[in-house]
């Protein structure tokens, strides 16, 4: 009965609200998908549906003439006379049949090259028709899984089992926006979203935008995480071979050529498929080609598919596109996925007039109740009907929705969820109350046993209490942890509270105290596993440690678009610590070192003396090219990257137990990530800083630099670690200025190298310097290679790094584990 039901249902929304309906065939009978249909010399325009359905909105009775266009198929301009609505008009499109007998062959040169040449030429003339608009916008996203596995790494898998059919198969995700966009190349963008649906949450907000959509192949690179290049770019010639496989003529008895595109060395950041190309104009009539994972450098994807289709107005003379569709394939341990993106632009406005106020650093926005819109309003705006599946999805999960708000559901959930087993002793454990939105976690133990010289085995566990708001941006969370050194027999606890505000300004107060043991350089360079694997098994105990106690209170939030400002003030009791045990697995004759960075043979002399200290820290971070996204439940950062980030900060040590003790501390900070279009990145990172009146203060606080003496590396990049330097030999109470840099080539030059292009690797070149008084200059040079590892996991990275001052002073091997990040 329920089926039936929704037939009916559809079939009332379509009678309804649809204005000019219909269903596209091929002449067999079979639906075809995205087609492009649209007024004749209008930018009212649509696409079909999955199952060939289409409506597009007419609002005046009389003569209209209809272009029905989709690749490989003749298109077909239909004169319909609409004296009521809704207008009925079913089409059947006949192959398109492609002729060469238009192309003079030329022995010298292959006739695709010269066409792509002057689609070449052309570009600028072409592109700066579409250079300034206004236009409506619409997207819809599909996520649908199948055969889902029951368990991955003997995990259960049932967050997504009320959206699966008895086959583990079914739709994930499912979302629709409106909006109104306003546009001017290169990428000024300003996006008004006035409608947006997401299946299943008539609270939630979709991630659909016109930013995501905007791929132009008139531009050199298309941005996929790495920059694809485009068929037509300026070097295209260096990547692509051209194939021209025929011609045919429009409704407008315009020449267009369909071009095969076949990359030369599929290895590279490139796309294979067509490129459809205007004679005369060389204007781009359509696009349908393929990109895979790896050509993305995205292991876990498998391909993605980009179609475009243009449509003319004789009255502007302009090609602009109206339909897009981005298809993809994604998956990894047995989940495999499949989306759909589909985007019309409609309602064209060209050059309008801009004032210095149109674009500003906000690129999108949400008009108020954008998520509240109801089904008659959806029925009138949608231009592409929904199909039968995706009509059940929106009815199934919008009914299911209500129950899954109810305390009751919600309790039922949680109590399944939160089933105490003896082994979360462990492993950990979380409890969480979903209707009042709070949840509470143990750490467990598993992760929390470690050994270093002076605690010995110590192990630690914490607990904490979270309550979240997510609709309005905020949260409160409480928190202990505790720590016990079983050698040093000794038990220590910390606790802290923090409270965000909201999510616009991203306001937060921070306050916490207790007792712990911390490494010298506060960025703890050493992993506490690794230096429990290094102690034990090769009695090389590299961390070197104090005991913190201390109370502080940070509050910090972005003042203004692009402007961090953070302010700490900290009461400090510091300690030094000592070895209690030389326990070891193996080499029993060899001899630990001391706790003492300085004196490492000295086992009785302290690094520091007791002391307290009250240290008072301001910090502004400044990012100059930060544009942002307003959602109803807050302001969503977007660095784009044009220009370094900034961080400046000063540090005031006043109140000691002795007055040598208390210094001033001036330090700045400046990154920069550069994209060198499809020739890769390059990074680097410049510290530097100054100490005052800082003669005789503790070694604590000491400016440190992040050294490596175990040759294992764990960051995705080393823009912020010497990786030869031990960890505490540079330290300085003066002035010091640090320096890091790599280039990634991103597989511009690894793929161009026979067989070491089998790896799908990057090559990764760098150099780091660092200066300190009474100093010779350090540096390390490195080569290396990342994106290493095997099938869809790439988590390896391999460097050979040299390091000098005053000459050669050694090299080494950094085997990166990323994984362990």
Known sequence: MKKPFLYFFLLSSFINFAQLKGKITDEKGNALASVTVYEDNTYNGTTSNEKGFYELNIKKEGKHSIVFQFLGFKTQKTIVDITTFPYTLDVKMAEESYSLSEVIVNPKDNPANQIIRNAIANKKVNTEKTAKYKADFYSRGIFRIKNAPKKVLGIKLDMFDESLDSTRSGILYLSETVSKVIYQKPNKLKETIIASKVSGNDNGFSYNNAASANFDLYDNYLDFDVNIVSPIANNAFNYYKYKLEGSFYNENNQQINKIKVTPKRSTEPVMEGYIYILEDSWAIYAVDITITGDQMQNPALN??????????????????????????????????VSGKFTYVFSNFEF???????????????????????????????????????????????????????SQVYLDSIDKKNNKFNPLDIVSGYNYRNSFQKWSAHYNGLLTGINFNTVQGWNISTGFSFTKDDSEKGKYTRFGTDFDYGFSENKFRATGSF???????????????????????????????????????????????????????????????????????????????????????????DKAYTSNNPWAPNDFTTPAFEKYNLVKAKVEAKINFDQSYISRPNGKYNISEGNYPVVTLGYEKGFAGSEKKYEFDYLRAKIFYDLKLGNKGNLSLNAKGGKFFNADEISFVDYQHFNGNQTYIGFSESYLNVFNLVPYYTNSTNDRYFEFHTEYNDKGFIMNKIPLLNLLKSNLVLGYHLLTIPKMKPY???????????????????????????????????????????
């Open 498 to 588: 923090i409270h965000r505000f909201n999510n616009i300004d991203k306001s937060e107060i921070q306050i916490s105290g207790g007792s712990r043991v911390a490494q010298f350089n506060n960025e703890n360079p050493i992993k506490e596993l690794l230096n429990s694997a290094t102690t034990l098994f090769f009695k090389e105990n590299l961390m070197k440690v104090y005991e913190n106690n201390y109370v502080s209170l940070l509050y910090q939030k972005e003042v203004t678009n692009g402007i961090f400002m953070k302010a700490k003030i900290d009461y400090l009791e510091n300690k030094p610590l000592f070895n209690t045990t030389d326990q070891t697995f193996v080499q029993k």
């Open 351 to 405: 050059e309008p007039a801009f004032t210095k106020k149109t674009f500003t650093k906000e690129i999108l926005s949400f008009e108020k109740n954008a998520n509240k819109k109801d089904d008659n309003y959806w029925n009138t705006i949608r231009p592409i009907p929904l199909t039968l599946e995706e009509s059940t999805d929106y009815r199934k999960k919008d009914s299911l929705q209500i129950k899954k708000k």
């Open 779 to 821: 540096s390390e040079y490195s080569v290396g290679l990342d994106n290493l590892g095997f099938g869809k996991f790439k988590i390896f990275r391999l460097d050979y790094v040299r390091s000098y001052q005053d000459g050669f002073q050694k090299d080494g091997v950094i085997v990166g584990l990323k994984f362990l990040n």
């Open 303 to 336: 391909t993605l598919t980009l179609k475009q289709n243009f449509s003319y107005n004789s009255d502007t003379k302009i090609w602009v596109k109206n339909t897009q569709t981005i298809d993809f394939v994604f998956g990894m341990m047995g989940i495999n």
